[in-house]
């Protein structure tokens, strides 16, 4: 389902600590279906701008769809940032906000396993979805080990304690804080990580963070299939612009003849099914948006999985890939927005 772009309304802002704000929606009926969301998704908000009419940040869903009514995110300020310090300086509660329907891929596949989850600053919002999940539909233990600057920049600290009163032989909650142990290194980690080591690994943080992680888990010979790492930064590209754009329909043929340097492709998308001509150098998600097809997509930079598909037949290739892990790789996963065919005849289907 493409996500598309609704004006919703904040229901409530909340301050969580001196530097970061979660605003609540409200959706209505009419697109509870559209809003509805997986623990770990994000939701992309148009930010007005005298400058260039508006800017597109994505900011990860805090809320549960298990546990909390209405969805809900989180937003740190980024020092100097445009789009964080507007969220934190300019949304009342009533205000509405143009938001893209929920998207991205860094959810657990199942609920059961022992999971080991790592946080830095923001890093918590999507950490703190899937914890809240984890707690309600799965056995599995939980580890998080949380980093912040100091006590006062803890986000949803309070939350988490009374989580741990209410779980405690399921839930453990580690804060490394800056102030009192320096940045978190990969010995320091490693050190803290090792009763975890068996547990599936979710990471979401600021880079220095996530790299010292990925190094302390190496030193525990955590393989790399069993760490997801959510990736922040901001959109270059203006999804809003595009989405305000009427899409010029083109039919798209069903046996359209391959032309001289172009493979075939077959691709099954919302219960159709389309026979394009596929040009070596161009990507799959343009072919699709020039044949007028409504292929899903955000960020189209591979950063948000939002455009996600699997090759049933023939080989492709990734220009770059910031999303999808090696198992997800071996099981023919791939970013619509940087693949590029290599066999003459392929099929993927986005209906998986
Ligand atoms: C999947 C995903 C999930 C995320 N989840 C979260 C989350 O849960 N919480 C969170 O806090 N962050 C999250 N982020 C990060 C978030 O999207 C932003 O990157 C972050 O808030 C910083 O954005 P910023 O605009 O404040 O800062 P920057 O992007 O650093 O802002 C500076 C940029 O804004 C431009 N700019 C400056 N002034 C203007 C102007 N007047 N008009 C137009 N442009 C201007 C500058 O040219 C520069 O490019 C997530 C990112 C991703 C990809």
Redesign the pocket.
Same mark, same amino acid.
């Given at each position: 389902m493409t996500a598309r772009a609704h004006e919703l309304k904040v229901r409530e802002v909340l301050g969580e600590t001196a530097d970061?704000v979660s605003l609540i929606f409200d959706v209505p009926t009419d697109l509870t279906q559209r809003f509805a969301y997986a623990p770990g998704q $994000?939701l992309t908000l148009r930010?007005p701008?005298? &400058? /260039?009419g508006s800017?597109a &940040?994505? $900011?990860?869903l805090?809320s549960s769809p298990h546990c909390d009514e209405r969805p809900t995110? /989180?937003?740190? &300020? /980024?020092p100097? *940032? $445009? *789009?964080?310090?507007w969220l934190c300086d300019s949304v009342s509660a009533g205000d509405i906000l143009t938001v893209l329907e929920p998207a991205?891929a860094f959810t657990p596949r199942t609920w059961n396993r022992d999971l080991l989850l790592c946080a830095a600053g923001?890093g918590i /919002?999507?950490i703190m979805s899937i914890l809240k999940s984890a707690l309600i539909l799965g056995r599995g233990d939980i580890t998080l080990l949380y980093a912040n600057r100091d006590r006062a920049s803890v986000i949803f600290a309070e939350q988490l304690r009374q989580l741990v009163r209410r779980h405690p032989r399921r839930l453990t909650v580690l804060h490394w804080l800056e102030s009192e142990r320096g940045l978190p290194t990969a010995h320091g980690i490693a050190t803290a990580a090792r009763p975890y080591r068996r547990h599936d690994v979710y990471l979401c943080g600021p880079t220095g963070f996530a790299a010292a992680v990925e190094q302390g888990l190496a030193r525990l010979r955590i393989p790399e299939r069993a760490i997801h790492r959510?990736? $922040?930064?901001?959109?270059t590209d203006n999804p809003f612009e595009r989405h305000l754009r009427t899409p010029t329909p083109v039919a798209a043929t069903p046996t359209a003849a391959p032309a001289a340097d172009a493979a075939t492709v077959r691709v099954d998308i919302d219960g159709n099914t389309h026979t394009l001509p596929w040009p070596r150098t161009r990507k799959l998600l343009d072919v699709l948006l020039d044949h007028g097809i409504d292929a899903p997509y955000v960020?189209r930079e591979s950063?948000?999985a939002t455009c996600v598909c699997t090759v049933k037949h023939g080989r492709t290739r990734m220009l770059t890939n910031e999303s999808l892990i090696p198992e997800e790789l071996s099981r023919g996963l791939t970013l619509a927005c940087q693949t590029l065919p290599e066999s003459d005849s392929l099929h993927i289907t986005f209906d998986e």
């Open positions: 970061a $994000y930010i701008s005298d &400058r /260039t800017v &940040r994505c $900011y990860s805090s995110v /989180t937003v740190k &300020r /980024t100097g *940032g $445009y *789009g964080s310090n991205g923001s /919002t999507p959510e990736h $922040y930064r901001s959109l960020c950063a948000c």
